[in-house]
């Protein structure tokens, strides 16, 4: 079959992507390397959207939750992945999780039956030279295709491992206790709060129960493929280097050095003291409603973690965006190499979709499948296409992984409200019904007005 356009990896984006495209009368062809012999070292069959870890697409509560909203616009878009999800649903209370078997035969059996899919078997080593392609190899894409990815992006662009520092919602984030300052004072051109980081003082004391909390809370074991996992020195797990000594971390991220607590005044130091550790956190993206805590990245499990960092002074309501990880994942640093419709610069007929982008996760890798589908019809039809709205889970995140993120920092992101333009004059009891209304609203007004996708 002649095809309009190519996909590369049936998972989950690529399947995705595939039935958009074809009910959109579009040819695909859809290349997936599992079948020829070939596989990642994560997958287990040969099945098109495969999950390879947890059967659960997360929260499915469309008025509280971004996951949720995300499912409620993919389902506006006749989604594969929650209709498919739909047919292989097991209960899970307020989740969506799936009988994973059922769910991948579903999506491989409606793309099977498409006239406008071709499904073949074949692993994919250099990125195609011309004609309009999606890229969607997951976490795991192969060996050479991945080299062929860095050819064509440069050497520090892709990366093979993510390390990944918890996120915090700034409005979490005690400001009584906490301050914002630049080590020294030296401030980039950038910063607009008076100073570049939100600096949590530790006493002595504190910082030694938080040392021995680092020690002692449980940790996630690297999986046998992932052991040769390589702690770059910029990225090794806070806990790694805790064990390296006491003082280790204060001589490190927690660095507490040319930092004045403004808290803590005496005559001798009007400007305040230094307190015997700090933790920082840097803004995240544009919207300044996510920080990063700096170096913190760590393989703690998730509960070990919460615990733990809110036992920080000013990080004790803390919210979480996302927690701390180091996992095997390739991944783009798409803030830099993608243009705002997910086109790899300069080679402008080649788009990724799903995790390589930087998103995170079966639901976000499925929505950005979408919607590099959406564009690469409109392009196919000669039409302009015009992103969803920020302020709709979608294009939060699009918007974030395409150019919002801080390309310094990127690492991999779910959705979440943080990544949404702050509702500020909305009580905080009421917010996360506020950023779905809106979002639901502005998503049918831009589906009436722009997607052109037969509803
Ligand atoms: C071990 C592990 C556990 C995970 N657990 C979870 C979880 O519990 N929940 C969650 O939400 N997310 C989880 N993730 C993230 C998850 O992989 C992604 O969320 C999701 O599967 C990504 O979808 P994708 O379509 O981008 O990639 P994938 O679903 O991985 O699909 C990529 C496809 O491309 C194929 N491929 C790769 N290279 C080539 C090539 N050169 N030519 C042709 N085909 C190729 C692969 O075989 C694969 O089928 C996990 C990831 C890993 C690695």
Same mark, same amino acid.
């Given at each position: 079959m002649k095809h309009d356009a190519h996909i590369i990896g049936g998972g989950l984006a690529g399947s995705e992507a595939a039935w958009q495209l074809a009910r959109a009368g579009f040819k695909v062809r859809l290349s997936e390397m599992r079948g020829s012999g070939t596989t990642t070292p994560a997958h287990e069959t040969d099945g098109l959207a495969e999950l390879v870890c947890s059967n659960s697409f997360r929260s499915d509560d469309d008025t509280r939750n971004a996951v949720g909203l995300m499912h409620h616009e993919m389902r506006r878009l006749d989604s594969l992945v929650m209709r498919a999800g739909e047919v292989a649903r097991v209960p899970a209370g307020s989740a969506m999780a799936v009988d994973r078997d059922v769910f991948s035969a579903e999506v491989e059996k409606t793309l099977r039956e498409h006239p406008n899919v071709e499904i073949v078997r074949e692993r994919i080593d250099a990125l195609p030279q011309s004609g309009p392609t999606i890229v969607a190899t997951g976490p795991l894409? @192969? #060996?050479?295709?991945?080299? %062929?990815?860095?050819? =064509?992006?440069? +050497?520090?662009?892709?990366?093979?491992?993510?390390?990944?520092?918890?996120?915090?919602?700034?409005?979490?984030?005690?400001?009584?206790?906490?301050?914002? +300052? %630049?080590?020294?004072?030296?401030?980039? !051109?950038?910063?607009?709060? $008076?100073?570049?980081?939100?600096?949590?003082?530790?006493?002595? #004391? +504190?910082?030694?129960?938080?040392? +021995?909390?680092?020690?002692? $809370? &449980?940790?996630? &074991?690297? /999986?046998?493929?992932?052991?040769?996992?390589p702690y770059f020195d910029g990225c090794m797990p806070i806990e790694v280097m805790a064990a390296r000594g006491v003082d280790t971390l204060r001589y490190g991220p927690m660095k507490p050095v040319g930092l004045d607590n403004p808290r803590d005044t005496t005559p001798e130091f009007p400007q305040g003291r230094w307190a015997y550790a700090v933790v920082q956190l840097r803004q995240d993206n544009k919207l300044g409603t996510l920080w990063n805590m700096v170096g913190f990245q760590t393989k703690l499990k998730h509960g070990a973690q919460v615990e733990l960092f809110r036992t920080i002074p000013g990080l004790k309501n803390a919210e979480f965006a996302r927690l701390g990880g180091l996992h095997r994942n390739t991944f783009l640093n798409s803030p830099l190499v993608l243009d705002r419709q997910l086109r790899l610069k300069g080679a402008g007929h080649i788009r990724f979709a799903g995790q390589v982008t930087g998103c995170e996760g079966y639901v976000e890798s499925s929505a950005v499948g979408i919607m590099a589908a959406l564009m690469t019809a409109a392009e196919l039809a000669g039409? &302009? *296409?015009?992103?969803?709205?920020?302020?709709?889970?979608? $294009?939060?995140?699009? =918007?974030?992984?395409?150019?919002?993120?801080? @390309? &310094?920092?990127?690492?991999?992101?779910?959705?979440?409200? $943080?990544?949404?333009?702050?509702?500020?004059?909305?009580? /905080? /009891?009421?917010?996360?019904?506020?950023?779905?209304?809106? @979002?639901?609203?502005?998503?049918? #007004? *831009?589906?009436?007005?722009?997607?052109?996708?037969? !509803?």
């Open positions: 894409t @192969a #060996e050479a295709l991945a080299q %062929s990815i860095v050819a =064509a992006t440069g +050497q520090d662009r892709l990366a093979f491992f993510d390390a990944i520092a918890p996120i915090v919602h700034r409005d979490s984030i005690d400001m009584d206790i906490c301050w914002i +300052q %630049s080590r020294w004072d030296k401030m980039t !051109a950038a910063s607009n709060e $008076g100073g570049d980081y939100i600096n949590c003082p530790m006493t002595k #004391e +504190q910082y030694l129960a938080f040392h +021995q909390g680092l020690l002692d $809370g &449980e940790k996630t &074991e690297f /999986k046998e493929w992932e052991a040769n996992t039409r &302009e *296409w015009t992103p969803p709205p920020p302020t709709t889970a979608m $294009g939060a995140l699009l =918007a974030h992984i395409t150019g919002d993120a801080d @390309a &310094e920092t990127f690492q991999p992101m779910n959705v979440n409200f $943080g990544l949404f333009p702050p509702l500020h004059d909305v009580g /905080k /009891k009421v917010r996360k019904e506020a950023y779905t209304d809106r @979002a639901k609203a502005d998503f049918e #007004e *831009w589906l009436v007005e722009t997607a052109g996708v037969p !509803a």
